[in-house]
């Protein structure tokens, strides 16, 4: 950890990889970390933990199922919001854009429970990537 500043635009610039997040530093037993996120990620859900979700920069939609039914939710830049804990969401980006989460070390990033993860494939070559 780093006890020096950390000028979050030098730590996205990094990095190139969407739905990838990069923990940047620790608060006592957090992660935080930072995504580029862009399309669709996956339905997911994290049992014991909420998720917090801050946008840097772009917009984001986080679809979620709650017990009164299905919404989704728009994060503008500067928006903050948190998916409690148990409830299955699926965060989404049509345009692309830049987060920071805050989550226990070692929470995983598809949650507890999830759909299946697709194969990645590579726009230039047509290849799969499994990721």
Do not use: C
């Not at 979050?8 to 996120?37: C, E, Q």
Request: net charge negative; no cysteine.
């Amino acid at each position: 950890m780093s006890n020096e500043p950390i000028p979050l635009s030098k730590a996205l610039a990094s990095f190139d990889a969407l739905w990838s997040p990069r923990i940047v530093t620790r608060v006592n037993d957090y992660d935080v970390r930072i995504a580029k996120v862009e399309g669709e990620h996956i339905w997911h859900v994290h049992d014991d933990t909420d998720e917090f979700f801050l946008v840097l920069d772009g917009e984001l939609r986080i679809s979620l199922r709650e017990p009164a039914g299905e919404r989704t939710v728009l994060l503008p830049q500067g928006a903050v919001f948190t998916v409690p804990r148990g409830t299955r969401h699926k965060p989404y980006a049509p345009s692309g854009a830049a987060i920071l989460m805050f989550e226990p070390t070692g929470t995983p990033t598809v949650g507890d429970r999830h759909d299946e993860i697709p194969d990645h494939v590579d726009a230039t070559t047509g290849h799969t990537l499994n990721t």
